[in-house]
């Protein structure tokens, strides 16, 4: 059973038009992240939480924010998505440092 | 600015063969080492993880850690063509403020060949 859940899998948005992306999880680890992953890239960590205490990567352009209601689910909004924030947008989970991913969502900005 | 480097790739390796990953990291606190396995498309899966100095094995997957060096290396015995794959190596500093934040090298592209 999938431990990390993101929706959608896919996702197309228009060029300056808000998207949210989600991500939940059955594990109940207290540490959530948000990473980019670009074509043939490492991945970026976007944020990350530890239980509700945010971290935002002094990179993360302002366009990118983050919402964490709950321990099981986190949210990455794009204000105003541009045609170089298209990638994977990938959720993970941790409770002693590794971290489990979900599926990942591929954002299309047209 | 915590880097992580991996070698550069691609590997091509034979069925059967040794296939040998290796990982460098530039921030000495660091606490935590990890190896995924990304198929294209998919998204990482934690495959090893390392804390102490040495050796530790997972049935085909052995992870070497030696901090002195700052290396990190992922030794995978009779390689199959299901290998294939980009080998990420991650880094953490689990136990600092910003607990268990992971650093990804670029990833290092293996190709086994029957």
């Known amino acids: 059973d999938a431990m990390v859940i993101q929706n959608p899998r896919y996702q197309v948005t228009q060029f300056g038009k808000p998207v949210t992306l989600s991500c939940s999880q059955t594990?109940?680890?207290?540490?959530m992240y948000w990473y980019q992953q670009k074509s043939s890239q490492a991945p970026k960590l976007l944020f990350h939480?530890?239980?509700?205490?945010?971290?935002n990567e002094a990179d993360t352009p302002d366009n990118f924010q983050s919402r964490r209601p709950n321990t099981s689910f986190c949210f990455l909004d794009i204000r105003s998505p541009g045609l170089g924030d298209a990638a994977m947008y990938l959720c993970?989970?941790?409770?002693?440092?590794?971290?489990?991913f979900g599926q990942g969502t591929r954002l299309t900005v047209v | 600015q915590k880097e992580v480097e991996q070698n550069s790739g691609p590997l091509s390796v034979p069925e059967g063969a040794i296939a040998s990953l290796n990982c460098t990291y530039s921030?000495?606190?660091?606490?935590?080492f990890f190896w995924y396995r990304q198929y294209s498309g998919k998204s990482p899966e934690l495959i090893m993880f390392?804390?102490?100095?040495g050796d530790k094995e997972d049935g085909r997957f052995t992870a070497q850690l030696n901090k002195a060096s700052q290396y990190v290396s992922l030794l995978i015995r009779d390689s199959q063509p299901s290998d294939s794959a980009t080998y990420l190596c991650?880094?953490?500093?689990?136990?600092?403020?910003?607990?268990?934040?992971?650093?990804f090298g670029q990833g290092t592209i293996l190709t086994v060949h029957p």
């Open positions: 993970a989970t941790s409770r002693l440092g590794g971290a489990f």
């Open positions: 594990l109940n680890h207290n540490v």
């Open positions: 939480y530890y239980d509700k205490d945010f971290n």
């Open positions: 921030d000495r606190g660091s606490q935590s």
């Open positions: 390392i804390y102490s100095n």
């Open positions: 991650a880094v953490g500093d689990a136990g600092g403020t910003s607990y268990g934040k992971l650093t």
